[in-house]
């Protein structure tokens, strides 16, 4: 059974960093894509960053160049650096699998503010 764990949120000042973390079980995680995705108070879910099985990277315009995500296959882990960050980037965080489109977990809330 698939389950995704979410931690590493809090609150944050502008301009500062978080790293979140995901630990992944019930499937051959190295196998699958991972993502992570958002949900901003009374917005829809936006994707963030997407890791593929080859280590290549994508990123939503509005965190290229501050947000980093990267994975560990040897500790099922998930990682999302977080960097300069914004009023803007506060959301609940979720990460996600290609394993399961359905599956969610908590995710982890952020907060970005002075």
């Known amino acids: 059974q698939v389950q995704l764990v979410e931690s590493g949120g809090g609150l944050a000042q502008p301009g500062g960093s978080l790293t979140l973390s995901c630990a992944a079980s019930g499937f051959t995680f190295w196998a699958y894509h991972m993502s992570w995705y958002r949900r901003a108070p009374g917005k829809g879910r936006e994707r963030v960053a997407r890791?593929?099985?080859?280590?290549?990277?994508e990123y939503a315009d509005s965190v290229k160049g501050r947000f980093t995500i990267s994975r560990d296959n040897a500790r099922n882990l998930l990682f999302l650096n977080m960097t300069r960050l914004k009023p803007d980037d506060t959301a609940v965080y979720y990460c996600?699998?290609?394993?399961?489109?359905?599956?969610w977990g908590q995710g982890t809330q952020v907060t970005v503010s002075s």
């Open positions: 890791i593929f099985l080859g280590m290549q990277k």
């Open positions: 996600h699998s290609s394993y399961d489109d359905d599956y």
